[in-house]
């Protein structure tokens, strides 16, 4: 519906290369017609391992559009843990480049080269793809680290993705003419509200560039000159934008934070609204989000907000009664986005995601 609202409007802008609604769509209209021919459909898995482009953002939507789930792998992480990835995620295809193809351990996927075989995709039909997934079937798999010795793929379905995406327009209010971000790393989970909010809205994606994401004085400028309205930056970093000065004329609506715990409260003088969020991965992404105020009291830490959209968070004892106001628990998360366990992990599916009582 964007594509055909909107065609030459911006989707995606890194750097020098940028891409509008129409280009992203038929582009991914072809890798998606090439990956079904693989064999990409319902609940199969398809690794992306790609530096940060606009080309990473076509293959995410190709995914999706061949009804397919998708792997984000982050281009540091060790061959090994990649090639465990990949193995443990049953993955089918890999979309990669040549260079990065040569570091990566041997795996079972099949590869295929952006760069080199630009022609055959090229030749794919740019029409859209007729593929409507069921909203219990896979979206994409995410990797944490938990307590295990190796990570675990966490599997996120539709109806978890669209919960947090139809929140997240409505609590930021996202809209097409928004300019966005993409700071998190390829491999977080962030990722997810970096994206599909944003393109289902026909917002702009700008993608962060290596400096930026490192130098709270870069980000700054850099999301000043490029007139971002809405961005997530990870709690590190927000800490450190929030003790820098900041002009006025800043279009930043919603700095958006979260992964680790908050320390620092925004001033009165600072011209945009804070976002605090908490979430596991295994809840796609967020389960609470809040508003910080200005707040100069020293001893406290910023709250985490309220359950999201269709979200349920109960504090519970060690026979999952609900605890006392005051009293210290256990945060269990229940709803539409939680996710369905742990690939290939029924054991630990089954010890972490327990019947819910009430």
């Known amino acids: 519906q964007k594509v055909q609202h909107a065609p030459k409007a911006l989707a995606v802008v890194g750097g020098e290369k940028q ?35 606009p080309e990473w953002i076509t293959c995410l939507l190709a995914v ?79 990797y944490t680290s938990g307590p295990t010795v190796w990570p675990k ?51 702009s994606i700008y993608l962060a560039n290596e400096e930026a994401r490192i130098s709270a004085e870069a980000l700054r400028d850099w999301l000043v000159a490029e007139q971002i309205a809405v961005s997530y930056v ?42 605090n969020n908490y979430g596991p991965t295994e809840n796609t992404v967020v389960v609470s989000s809040g508003a910080v105020e200005p707040n100069e009291q020293s001893g406290l830490l910023p709250h985490i907000g309220k359950p999201i959209a269709n979200v349920q968070v109960y504090v519970l004892g060690p026979q999952l009664e609900v605890v006392p106001i005051g009293v210290v628990g256990e945060l269990y998360v229940s709803g539409a986005s939680q996710a369905r366990g742990y690939v290939g992990h029924p054991e630990i599916t089954a010890e972490r995601f327990v019947p819910n009582p009430y």
């Open 19 to 53: 891409l509008t609604y129409e280009q992203l769509n038929k582009s991914a209209n072809q890798l998606a017609r090439r990956l079904m021919e693989l064999g990409v459909g319902p609940e199969v898995c398809v690794g992306i391992y790609l530096d940060r482009s």
């Open 64 to 142: 999706i559009k061949a009804g397919g789930a998708y792997l984000p792998i982050d281009p540091a992480s060790p061959a090994e843990r990649v090639a465990f990835m990949l193995e443990d995620a049953h993955a089918r295809v890999l979309l990669t480049t040549k260079p990065e193809s040569t570091k990566l351990a041997e795996h079972s996927a099949h590869v295929i080269c952006l760069d080199t075989e630009w022609h055959t995709l090229a030749s794919e039909s740019t029409d859209n793809v007729e593929v409507t997934p069921d909203p219990d079937s896979l979206a994409y798999i995410i």
């Open 153 to 203: 793929g966490v599997a996120v379905t539709h109806r978890g993705l669209l919960n947090l995406v139809h929140w997240y327009c409505q609590a930021f209010a996202l809209s097409s003419a928004d300019r966005s971000t993409q700071v998190a790393g390829l491999g977080f989970d962030a990722t997810v509200w970096e994206v599909w909010p944003q393109l289902t809205e026909g917002a």
């Open 234 to 275: 990870p709690t590190p970093l927000t800490e450190a934008l929030l003790g820098l000065e900041w002009p006025s004329a800043s279009a930043l609506r919603f700095l958006i934070t979260g992964g680790d715990t908050l320390h620092r409260f925004p001033t009165t003088s600072h011209p945009f609204v804070v976002m």
